[in-house]
């Protein structure tokens, strides 16, 4: 009911934040759980939202009048041809990146200690959440206590061990455990080991590369990946499909 009604909100202040409409803005728009939903916070997620949608823009459509944009037809997934009216689509976007910040605050509210790669060993760090703006958390580091002492953390990654991991839902993966998988297609093809994850926005894209350093680069869609194994350590695509969408290179 909670996401219903949050959902609501969502498309009413759509509706009078696109139309250029002024309206007094509360503080708070709602919240999912615990997580209170401030209005700087619900706009970036519907900014955002409208973002993606303009980036399905056709080109016959104009995503800059935003009053007339939000009442055109976009093709979200087309991949299966599925279509949606563009405030439907920002609405439902704009709950999902809520949802997304609301499991982030959550996950490093829950979050202790971190990893920090030096050379070849990993040292445990303290962390605490300071202030979660959107997708921008900021941690204060235990012992890190000057701007000189966190430029040395500028670019590191932080890591976690597996027993501190996310659980993910039944039909995904850690990108970890998908690197050196064997990849082959329903036709006997092979494709080499998976040897990175780009994540270019939209679609992941899997980088197969072979014994001849021929790489392939195939758009990570239910169409064209038919099974994750972790257990033999294989991922089985269509051949058909790879022939529409996978880009092959010389490297």
Known sequence: MKKKLLALVCALALTFSFAGCTISTPDTVGSIGDFEITSGMYLLAQYGAYQQAAQL??????????KAFLKETITPDSDSGETAVVSDYVAQKT????????????RFEELENVLLKKGDAFESICV??????????????DGIDDRDQAEK????????????????????NFIVDLIGLDGVDDEGGRYGKLVDVMQPGG?????????KRRETLVPALKTAIL??????????MSAKRLREVAVTDEI
């Open 153 to 172: 953390l500028r670019g590191q990654l932080l890591y976690v061990d597996r027993a501190h991991a996310v659980e993910l839902d039944d039909d995904a």
């Open 203 to 211: 679609n992941d894209v899997y980088v197969f590369r072979d014994e």
């Open 128 to 141: 605490k959440p300071v202030r979660i703006d959107g997708d921008a958390v900021y941690l204060k580091f």
């Open 57 to 66: 823009a056709g080109s016959d459509q104009d995503a800059s009048d935003v």
């Open 227 to 236: 099974k994750v194994d972790l257990a033999n350590g294989q991922m089985l």
């Open 95 to 106: 709950l999902e990146n809520l949802e997304s910040y609301a499991a982030i605050e959550t």
